[in-house]
């Protein structure tokens, strides 16, 4: 009878497998597919009672879909069993191809694990091939491609027909767990597709706010703002400027962009502009405004890119310091300038003066002969003293400071014997009669007359010469490169120019003045160089009656 029946119960089958199948392409998230591999059974493959037990990411199976029995559903259907567990049950009974039965015989070690199980009641079975309601029979699903990824375990339980299935039932199961095991696969992957859309929105969403709220903050920042290229040829040139930056400059954007930041800035600062780093990196500098004028401004740099691989951008942040430095300017001229004359003071005298003196007396070589010497061997100094120097031109027993470093040192010329030597003259200059000027008229007088012989010595002078007041009525005149005669010339120039009246409020005055030139050399300290210079003007402040110092 059952030989019989065989074509028909297959024909059956195929049907109903057929339209399980269906039915699995027809679910939309990976729940409904779940619940529907579960009905499939029920419905098409002659089983009472279905379980899909998922495996999850931490490896452990839940009970994700039931059904058959709404009661068995709602006890089980959530509860975990542990991975270990359910192998366990997978490598015991009898293996059906892709299936494993365990029967009632070999599963009662089975009823203490922690796999969520149900049990029906029934008789026990007549017939050898008569189901046992304490029989298991699994399915496992594997994700596709022939691996042996676990997906998932299809449990059944109460064949309608009381029977063990059959090869063609069998291999109905296991057509249909592999089926399944597509569906589930395939709606996971939708379910990770639509998590990454979504994801993906949000993204795009808070990517979309953060360029508006940049392009806000960068439009409207009440400090210029500008973005450059970096690398390439076109490295540094402005591709986006805000209207504060333009504002600032007196350009518009249009004309910014054909301009990069070494383009506008002060051919003085161009070494602070490549020196600073793009990565953090900050400048004050000067930047040239449409009118030719420079514009004091703070430069910080921070790189940025458009994308996580894509070009890298320079944004600069350009602040307006000029008030800060025109302040900064202004305090540093009042500490190193006097406040009435408007000269350098003592201290920047002493400064001056001391940039150019090293500690090394007689460094340099004074001939033309000796400096030949010194560029191919040895060389004797105005001491007799003999040098020996390496192959690189630099002398062999030389310290920091040497004779042949970077600096040009200072030599007093001969006073004997000129011989065309120059050297930096001091000339210390002393006003005659001043103080009868102070007592006679008053100290706004005195002043007066101080500003004025400030001015005419400074008219009187080279522009890299320094005319300094070094306090009350002495006055300091440092000029590089003279020679004794020279230096000479000059005092005398000097102190005919103070000789003319000097008119103050509608009175005329004179004033007389003695000069003392000295020299300075390495080896001096500025203080020395100032007391010989004092010194040789009350000599030759002595050497002249009282009648002849005054002007008149």
Request: with cysteine; hydrophobic share 40%.
């Given at each position: 009878m059952?030989?019989?029946?065989?074509?028909?119960?297959?024909?059956?089958?195929?049907?109903?497998?057929?339209?399980a199948?269906?039915?699995?392409?027809?679910a939309?998230?990976l729940?409904?597919?779940l619940?529907?591999?579960?009905?499939?059974i029920?419905?098409?493959l002659?089983?009472?009672?279905?379980c899909?037990?998922?495996v999850?990411?931490?490896g452990?199976?839940?009970?994700?879909?039931?059904?058959?029995?709404?009661?068995a559903e709602a006890?089980?259907?959530?509860?975990?069993?542990?991975?270990?567990s359910?192998?366990?049950?997978?490598?015991?009974g009898?293996?059906w191809?892709?299936?494993?039965?365990?029967?009632?015989?070999?599963?009662?070690?089975?009823l203490?694990?922690?796999?969520?199980q149900?049990?029906?009641?029934?008789?026990?079975?007549?017939?050898?091939d008569e189901w046992?309601?304490?029989?298991?029979?699994?399915?496992?699903m594997?994700?596709?491609?022939?691996?042996?990824?676990?997906?998932?375990?299809?449990s059944?339980?109460?064949?309608?027909?009381?029977?063990?299935?059959?090869?063609?039932?069998?291999?109905?199961?296991?057509?249909y767990?592999s089926?399944?095991a597509?569906?589930?696969?395939?709606?996971?992957?939708?379910?990770?597709?639509?998590r990454?859309?979504?994801?993906?929105?949000?993204?795009?969403a808070?990517?979309?706010?953060?360029?508006?709220?940049?392009?806000?903050a960068?439009e409207?920042?009440?400090?210029?703002?500008?973005?450059?290229?970096?690398?390439?040829?076109?490295?540094?040139?402005?591709?986006?400027?805000?209207?504060?930056?333009?504002?600032?400059?007196g350009?518009?954007?249009?004309?910014?962009?054909?301009?990069?930041?070494?383009?506008?800035?002060?051919p003085?600062?161009?070494?602070?502009?490549l020196?600073?780093?793009?990565?953090?990196?900050?400048?004050?500098?000067?930047?040239?405004?449409?009118?030719?004028?420079?514009?004091?401004v703070s430069?910080?740099?921070?790189?940025?890119?458009?994308?996580a691989d894509?070009?890298?951008?320079?944004?600069?942040?350009?602040e307006?310091?000029?008030?800060?430095?025109?302040?900064?300017?202004?305090?540093a001229?009042?500490?190193?300038?006097?406040?009435?004359?408007?000269?350098?003071?003592?201290?920047e005298l002493?400064?001056?003066?001391?940039?150019?003196?090293?500690?090394?007396?007689?460094a340099?070589?004074t001939?033309?002969?000796?400096?030949?010497?010194?560029?191919?061997?040895?060389?004797?100094?105005?001491?007799?003293?003999?040098?020996?120097?390496r192959?690189?031109?630099?002398?062999?027993?030389?310290?920091?400071?040497?004779?042949?470093d970077?600096?040009?040192?200072?030599?007093?010329?001969?006073?004997?014997s000129?011989?065309?030597?120059?050297?930096?003259?001091?000339?210390?200059c002393?006003?005659?009669?001043?103080k009868?000027?102070n007592?006679?008229?008053?100290?706004?007088?005195?002043?007066?007359?101080?500003i004025?012989?400030?001015?005419?010595?400074?008219?009187?002078?080279r522009?890299?010469?320094?005319?300094?007041?070094?306090?009350?009525?002495?006055?300091?005149?440092?000029?590089?490169?003279?020679?004794a005669?020279?230096?000479?010339?000059?005092?005398?120039?000097l102190?005919?120019?103070i000789?003319?009246p000097?008119?103050?409020d509608?009175?005329a005055v004179?004033v007389g003045?003695?000069?003392g030139?000295?020299?300075?050399?390495?080896?001096?300290?500025?203080e020395?160089v100032?007391?010989?210079?004092?010194?040789r003007?009350?000599?030759?402040?002595?050497s002249?009656?009282?009648?002849?110092?005054?002007?008149?």
């Open positions: 059952e030989a019989e029946s065989e074509p028909y119960v297959r024909l059956a089958t195929m049907r109903q497998l057929h339209q199948v269906a039915d699995l392409n027809t939309r998230s729940a409904d597919t619940q529907t591999v579960a009905d499939g029920v419905a098409g002659g089983y009472e009672l279905a899909v037990n998922l999850r990411p931490d452990d199976l839940v009970v994700a879909a039931f059904a058959g029995n709404s009661a006890l089980i259907t959530g509860r975990v069993g542990s991975r270990t359910w192998d366990r049950r997978l490598a015991m009898e293996c191809d892709g299936l494993r039965f365990i029967p009632h015989t070999d599963g009662w070690v089975l203490d694990d922690d796999v969520p149900w049990h029906t009641e029934g008789p026990e079975p007549r017939f050898e046992h309601p304490q029989d298991r029979l699994y399915a496992p594997y994700a596709s491609g022939g691996g042996q990824d676990l997906l998932g375990v299809i059944v339980d109460r064949p309608r027909n009381g029977r063990r299935p059959g090869a063609w039932g069998r291999e109905a199961l296991q057509m767990a089926q399944a597509i569906a589930i696969s395939n709606a996971r992957l939708r379910a990770n597709m639509q990454a859309l979504v994801r993906l929105e949000r993204e795009q808070a990517l979309r706010a953060s360029e508006e709220s940049f392009r806000q960068f409207y920042a009440p400090s210029g703002m500008a973005i450059a290229e970096m690398g390439g040829d076109q490295h540094g040139r402005l591709l986006r400027t805000n209207d504060a930056l333009c504002r600032l400059l350009r518009p954007a249009s004309v910014l962009r054909r301009y990069s930041f070494a383009d506008l800035v002060h003085e600062d161009v070494g602070t502009l020196r600073t780093s793009a990565e953090g990196g900050r400048a004050e500098l000067r930047l040239g405004r449409r009118d030719g004028s420079y514009l004091w430069l910080r740099n921070s790189v940025v890119a458009d994308t894509g070009p890298r951008f320079l944004l600069t942040h350009v307006d310091i000029e008030e800060r430095k025109r302040h900064e300017l202004h305090l001229h009042r500490a190193s300038h006097d406040a009435l004359t408007g000269l350098p003071n003592s201290a002493r400064a001056r003066l001391s940039a150019r003196l090293c500690e090394r007396p007689h340099a070589a001939t033309a002969v000796q400096a030949l010497d010194a560029a191919y061997g040895d060389v004797e100094d105005a001491e007799g003293r003999v040098h020996g120097f192959a690189d031109g630099f002398e062999a027993d030389a310290v920091a400071g040497g004779p042949y970077h600096h040009v040192h200072a030599v007093a010329p001969d006073d004997e000129d011989e065309g030597a120059k050297g930096l003259a001091v000339l210390f002393d006003l005659d009669g001043f009868s000027i007592d006679r008229f008053g100290h706004h007088t005195g002043d007066a007359v101080l004025e012989v400030a001015r005419r010595l400074t008219t009187c002078v522009d890299g010469d320094t005319v300094a007041r070094l306090g009350g009525d002495e006055f300091v005149v440092l000029a590089d490169g003279l020679g005669a020279d230096a000479a010339d000059l005092a005398v120039r102190r005919n120019a000789i003319p000097i008119r103050v509608g009175r004179r003045a003695s000069f030139i000295g020299w300075a050399g390495c080896g001096m300290t500025a020395e100032l007391r010989s210079a004092d010194q003007m009350y000599v030759e402040k002595r002249r009656s009282k009648v002849h110092r005054r002007a008149g």
